[in-house]
């Protein structure tokens, strides 16, 4: 059973930065990070394949602010989100193991975590 927990998520104004974490035992999975802003479907941010290499996957309003990364000894996904902006605000999702289709921002996750909060005010 995959389990997936993330952390890091909190209140930040408009140009800070957050570094969330997703720890769980899903070595050797493609992996993802999604977010859902209220009334608004949940949305692919970033993605990184089950080896880990480049290039990775962004959302192009994420492109040069946010970075993914991933620690295999620690088990841990990681987003890194530098200038954050109000819309980035919505709960943050970690998912793992890709389950088809072309575009690795798509849904097409077996695992979720339960997400974390991230709220940008200006």
């Known amino acids: 059973q995959v389990q997936l927990r993330e952390s890091g998520g909190g209140s930040v104004q408009a140009g800070g930065s957050l570094r969330l974490s997703c720890a769980g035992n899903?070595?050797?999975?493609?992996m993802a990070w999604f977010r859902q802003a209220p009334g608004k479907e949940r949305e692919g941010v970033a993605a990184i394949d089950a080896a880990s290499s480049s290039p990775y996957t962004y959302a192009d309003s994420v492109k040069g602010r946010f970075t993914i990364s991933r620690d295999s000894a620690k088990d841990t996904l990681y987003l890194q989100m530098n200038s954050l902006q109000p819309d980035d605000t919505g709960t943050y999702y970690c998912?793992?193991?890709?389950?088809?289709?072309?575009?690795?921002?798509?849904?097409?996750?077996?695992?979720w975590g339960r997400g974390t909060q991230v709220n940008v005010s200006s």
């Open positions: 899903a070595g050797g999975m493609s």
């Open positions: 998912a793992a193991h890709f389950t088809g289709g072309v575009n690795r921002l798509s849904p097409n996750y077996r695992h």
